[in-house]
């Protein structure tokens, strides 16, 4: 698990040990260098006070003593030892004066010799026990070190637990919301450093409670728009079910078989809706030839707008308009623009279908003749479900819906203009090569 709270106390912990190690080692050098200095310094002493010395008496009993642990040796002017407190002890026969380190066959000593009225003096002390005594010092300086270490991780980690405990309760009240609970979060109390996690949880929360109350009302349009066709289904079949002679029969029929398809209508309509919705899988997009998809679609609107009398046809077409896209997606936008043109052109008008490029754009555009929409109403006719008053009931009102969420995806701008002979314009703009690419 990765965690916030274990990766600080181990780099704060590790931090302070290094830098703790850093400064005992720096405190112990320096104690070591200091007792060597202070033993040192006896060496001198030593020497200087045995200076007017006979070596009868005192000064022999004192150099006699077992637990006296230096050796002072004593030569005169002409070389010869006059004293010894330790004969048994192995030293060099000649004294350097001043300080002096030398190595025998019994380990190295330390050794300080000065010359006094002819004679000198040289007052010795084993290396090993200057380091026995040297380290015990410096040990005794480290232990402050050995003693808060503990005493600072447990700071440390009582200081990391008191300064995460808002990130705990913040995952705690997220973790205790119901699924529709989902107001924001609220800042108070939230350091600087969450805030924008806060924050965007607030976004994600607001997002997702619009999707579920988009899809809550789609899923009460939709209900509401298959209740009416369904109803008329239902009076269809009950009057086929009565109908006395084979004329009503036929008629009845012929009903019973348009509310079939306007129902069927609706639900691919609603199905093709909710293919364009957040989250749903689709194909990765590819380049789309805009000319293709016009003339595709003129040629499967061609019998019906024939059966009304309309002047369906392409009036411009532009090899060089290609977009990113989904084809079958905007194959879909396009028959939709159609249609709703062939549905509300009246008999003897014209509609034209084109495509072309301008640009960083490429476009789509359907015109007809027909009755077109007040300025006042252009936005709202692109609402689920929305249909004009005087419009026929024939439509589902899903088409320019359709259309809009087949835009969006594709990050195109959807335009509607007066015709130039009057009616509507739908004009649909692309952003074209590297920059329309999603």
Same mark, same amino acid.
């Given at each position: 698990m990765n965690s916030i709270r274990?990766?600080?106390?181990?780099?704060?912990?590790?931090?302070?040990?290094?830098?703790?190690?850093?400064?005992?080692?720096?405190?112990?050098?320096?104690?070591?260098? !200091?007792?060597?200095?202070?033993?040192?310094?006896?060496?001198e002493q030593i020497a200087l006070s045995v200076r007017n010395q006979t070596f009868q008496g005192g000064a022999e009993t004192l150099a006699g003593e077992e637990s006296f642990e230096f050796? *002072?040796?004593?030569?005169?002017?002409?070389?010869?030892?006059?004293?010894?407190?330790?004969?048994?002890?192995?030293?060099?026969?000649?004294?350097?004066?001043?300080?002096?380190? !030398?190595?025998?066959?019994? /380990?190295?000593?330390?050794?300080?010799?000065?010359?006094?009225?002819?004679?000198?003096?040289?007052?010795?002390?084993?290396?090993?026990?200057?380091?026995?005594?040297a380290a015990r010092a410096a040990l005794?300086?480290?232990?402050?070190?050995i003693v808060l270490l503990p005493l600072v991780a447990l700071l440390i980690w009582l200081v990391v637990s008191r300064e995460l405990r808002p990130l705990t309760e913040l995952a705690r009240s997220v973790a205790r919301?119901?699924?529709d609970a989902?107001?924001? *979060?609220?800042?108070?109390?939230?350091?600087?450093?969450?805030?924008p996690l806060v924050r965007s949880l607030n976004d994600l929360l607001a997002r997702l409670q619009a999707a579920m109350q988009a899809q809550r009302e789609f899923i009460a349009d939709a209900a509401h728009e298959l209740r009416t066709p369904?109803?008329?289904?239902?009076?269809?079949?009950?009057?086929? !079910?009565?109908?006395?002679?084979?004329?009503?029969?036929?008629?009845?029929?012929?009903?019973?078989?348009?509310?079939?398809?306007?129902?069927?209508?609706? =639900?691919?309509?609603?199905?093709?809706?909710?293919?364009?919705?957040?989250?749903?899988? !689709?194909?990765?997009?590819?380049? =789309?030839?805009?000319?293709?998809l016009v003339h595709q679609s003129v040629t499967a609107s061609a019998n019906t707008a024939a059966a009304r009398n309309i002047d369906l046809g392409v009036a411009a077409s532009d090899p060089a308009a290609c977009v990113a896209g989904n084809a079958e997606a905007l194959r879909t936008l396009l028959d939709n623009l159609v249609g709703n043109a062939v549905r509300y052109t009246p008999a003897g008008g014209r509609i034209d279908v084109s495509c072309g490029s301008s640009g960083e754009h490429a476009w789509l555009e359907v015109a007809d003749?027909?009755? /077109?929409?007040?300025?006042?109403?252009?936005?709202r006719v692109f609402d689920r479900f929305y249909r004009r008053s005087e419009q026929d009931a024939t439509g589902s009102g899903l088409g320019l819906a359709i259309v809009r969420a087949i835009a969006d995806k594709h990050r195109a701008t959807i335009l509607l203009t007066d015709a130039p002979g009057g009616g509507l314009r739908v004009r649909v703009e692309f952003p074209q090569g590297p920059k329309g690419a999603p």
């Open positions: 274990r990766k600080l106390l181990l780099t704060l912990i590790g931090a302070l040990s290094v830098v703790m190690a850093i400064g005992a080692w720096a405190t112990y050098s320096a104690a070591w260098d !200091e007792a060597n200095t202070i033993f040192d310094y006896h060496l050796v *002072i040796r004593i030569w005169d002017r002409n070389g010869l030892g006059i004293y010894y407190s330790r004969p048994h002890r192995v030293l060099p026969d000649v004294a350097r004066l001043g300080y002096a380190t !030398e190595q025998t066959s019994e /380990g190295a000593w330390r050794v300080f010799a000065l010359q006094y009225r002819g004679q000198t003096i040289a007052v010795a002390q084993p290396m090993s026990v200057r380091a026995r005594l005794h300086t480290m232990t402050p070190f919301r119901t699924p989902l107001d924001p *979060i609220s800042e108070t109390g939230v350091p600087a450093e969450a805030g369904l109803t008329a289904l239902q009076l269809q079949a009950q009057l086929l !079910e009565r109908a006395s002679d084979g004329s009503e029969r036929t008629a009845a029929m012929a009903d019973l078989k348009q509310g079939l398809e306007r129902s069927i209508h609706v =639900v691919n309509q609603l199905l093709t809706l909710a293919r364009q919705e957040p989250g749903a899988s !689709e194909p990765p997009f590819a380049r =789309v030839a805009l000319n293709d003749n027909g009755p /077109g929409i007040p300025a006042a109403e252009r936005e």
